[in-house]
């Protein structure tokens, strides 16, 4: 065989088994260098966990953006060939907890707010402004006397309304008394059997405040790169069930880079007043059959949820 060829294979084979050396040995050094960033994430974890014990106030928010635009001109394809679209929306869950040996006391928000908009270009007299979608506040506020490590006697105020459209019409504001239970940590359960749930509205044929017991359990959680909560809230009107309201609210968040990451929202509501409203919204003005009720309304579960980029606040 060629000398000259010879000295290439052997060449080649050398420069090969380097390159596959080299490359063993840099995900050698990545995987040591992965345990000890772990293990110093885990340090890190462990430290704020005693930081998160200590008194004092906890304040932290993060939430979800969401949204696309989009513009069309001579687009035959479709039944509508020149318009213009969008929609945009974002969540933010925000808290302030003051945790005290003897009291505490917890402040929370969550807003939901999303608009769209569909301008047919080739028609002059719809709308061509952004529409409110979802509409959603709510803030409460938690005192609590610690009775143990584990129960309180505790007050509750807890506002919910809309705020870009017919603001505080119904709004809801639940005040009352009785005991919240913390079983194990990030855990909330607070058990109010003396609660008088005020409704505001300039509908009062349907809305009516009554006296009841309020049960709200929320679970917030951090966890590295995750954010995590979920929330219950609870209204049962000693009255009538039909004044009775629930809603569950959950919002997740996933961090991606820096503060920037992906979130999603979601939350369920039953609110037999708000479905009989809008029933009776909905009738024509020359409508003359059998007015809806709450015996023949049709209190379909309310829903929504939000897929976006977050923004860790």
């Given at each position: 065989?060629?000398k000259?060829?010879i000295?290439?294979m052997?060449?080649?084979f050398?420069?090969?088994?380097g390159?596959?050396q080299?490359?063993?040995?840099?995900?050698?050094?990545?995987?040591?260098?992965?345990a000890?960033?772990?293990?110093?994430?885990?340090?890190?974890?462990?430290?704020?966990?005693?930081?998160d014990?200590?008194?004092?106030?906890?304040?932290?928010?993060?939430?979800?953006?969401?949204?696309?635009?989009?513009?069309?001109?001579?687009?035959?394809?479709?039944?509508?060939?020149?318009?213009?679209?969008?929609n945009?929306?974002?969540?933010v869950?925000?808290y302030?907890?003051?945790?005290?040996?003897?009291?505490?006391?917890?402040?929370?928000?969550?807003t939901?707010?999303?608009?769209?908009?569909?301008?047919?270009?080739?028609?002059?007299?719809?709308?061509?402004?952004?529409?409110?979608?979802?509409?959603?506040?709510?803030?409460?506020?938690?005192?609590?006397?610690?009775?143990?490590?584990?129960l309180?006697?505790?007050g509750?105020?807890?506002?919910?309304?809309?705020?870009?459209?017919n603001?505080?019409?119904p709004?809801?504001?639940?005040?009352?008394?009785?005991?919240?239970?913390?079983?194990?940590?990030?855990?909330?359960?607070?058990?109010?059997?003396?609660?008088y749930?005020?409704v505001?509205?300039?509908?009062d044929d349907?809305?009516?405040?009554s006296?009841?017991?309020?049960?709200?359990?929320?679970?917030?959680?951090k966890?590295?790169k995750?954010?995590?909560?979920?929330?219950l809230?609870?209204?049962?009107?000693?009255?009538?069930?039909d004044?009775?309201?629930?809603?569950w609210?959950?919002?997740?968040?996933y961090?991606?880079?820096k503060?920037?990451?992906?979130?999603?929202?979601f939350?369920?509501?039953?609110?037999?007043q708000e479905?009989l409203?809008?029933a009776?919204?909905?009738?024509?003005a020359?409508?003359?059959g059998?007015?809806?009720t709450?015996d023949?309304?049709?209190?379909?579960l309310?829903?929504?949820?939000?897929i976006?980029?977050?923004?860790?606040?």
């Amino acid at each position: 065989m060629n000398k000259k060829l010879i000295f290439v294979m052997v060449l080649l084979f050398t420069i090969s088994l380097g390159f596959s050396q080299t490359k063993k040995e840099l995900k050698a050094q990545k995987a040591e260098k992965q345990a000890e960033a772990d293990a110093a994430q885990s340090e890190a974890d462990a430290l704020q966990a005693q930081i998160d014990a200590l008194p004092g106030w906890r304040v932290g928010a993060f939430g979800v953006i969401g949204g696309s635009l989009s513009n069309f001109n001579n687009w035959y394809a479709q039944g509508v060939p020149n318009n213009s679209s969008g929609n945009i929306g974002f969540t933010v869950n925000g808290y302030a907890n003051l945790i005290e040996d003897k009291f505490f006391w917890r402040n929370s928000l969550n807003t939901n707010l999303s608009w769209v908009k569909l301008d047919n270009k080739d028609v002059d007299t719809d709308s061509d402004n952004f529409e409110p979608t979802t509409d959603v506040f709510n803030i409460s506020s938690l005192y609590g006397r610690k009775l143990n490590e584990k129960l309180a006697a505790s007050g509750l105020m807890e506002f919910r309304t809309t705020l870009l459209d017919n603001f505080n019409d119904p709004g809801y504001l639940d005040v009352g008394v009785g005991a919240t239970w913390t079983p194990i940590e990030n855990l909330i359960v607070v058990i109010h059997p003396l609660n008088y749930n005020f409704v505001f509205t300039d509908n009062d044929d349907v809305f009516e405040s009554s006296l009841g017991a309020k049960i709200v359990a929320d679970y917030t959680r951090k966890v590295g790169k995750i954010n995590f909560k979920t929330n219950l809230s609870v209204f049962q009107s000693y009255k009538n069930g039909d004044l009775s309201n629930a809603t569950w609210t959950n919002s997740f968040s996933y961090t991606l880079w820096k503060r920037i990451g992906v979130g999603f929202d979601f939350a369920l509501r039953s609110n037999k007043q708000e479905a009989l409203n809008y029933a009776i919204a909905q009738l024509p003005a020359d409508f003359t059959g059998e007015a809806p009720t709450f015996d023949n309304v049709d209190n379909d579960l309310q829903s929504y949820y939000t897929i976006g980029l977050t923004y860790k606040f």
